[in-house]
């Protein structure tokens, strides 16, 4: 069974930096593509960052180009989201999310539908 897990969230002021970790379980293949997404009160859930199964290949929105940087260690099952720069409207949970396997070495996913696996979120709070 597959499990992911995020952690590294809390309270920040304005211009401060968080970092978030996801961790997949479960899996044979020692690396898969691995997506963050996060969802605001009252709005829906929006793509953030994504890697590749190489680590490699990335992906951003455009509201946390050049101030978020996704990153995987694919030997600790883990990938990391570091967040620096924080603005109040980057305030959401976050979710990572794991797709079903057999992804191109090199494949961004970049919509929800396309993961299969969530983890709880994370809670990141940005104060101003």
């Known amino acids: 069974q597959v499990q992911v897990v995020e952690s590294g969230g809390g309270l920040v002021q304005a211009g401060g930096s968080l970092r978030l970790s996801c961790v997949v379980s479960g899996r044979t293949s020692s690396s898969y593509p691995v997506g963050w997404f996060r969802q605001a009160p009252g709005k829906e859930r929006e793509f953030v960052a994504a890697i590749s199964r190489s680590g490699r290949s990335t992906d951003y929105a455009d509201t946390v180009k050049g101030r978020f940087t996704i990153s995987s260690d694919n030997a600790k099952n883990t990938v990391i989201l570091q967040m620096d720069r924080l603005v109040p409207e980057d305030t959401a949970v976050y979710y990572c999310?794991?797709?079903?396997?057999?992804?191109?070495?090199?494949?961004?996913?970049?919509?929800?539908?396309?993961?299969?696996?969530w983890g709880q979120g994370t809670q990141v709070t940005v104060s101003s």
């Open positions: 999310a794991a797709p079903t396997a057999g992804r191109d070495l090199e494949a961004v996913l970049t919509i929800a539908p396309r993961y299969a696996y």
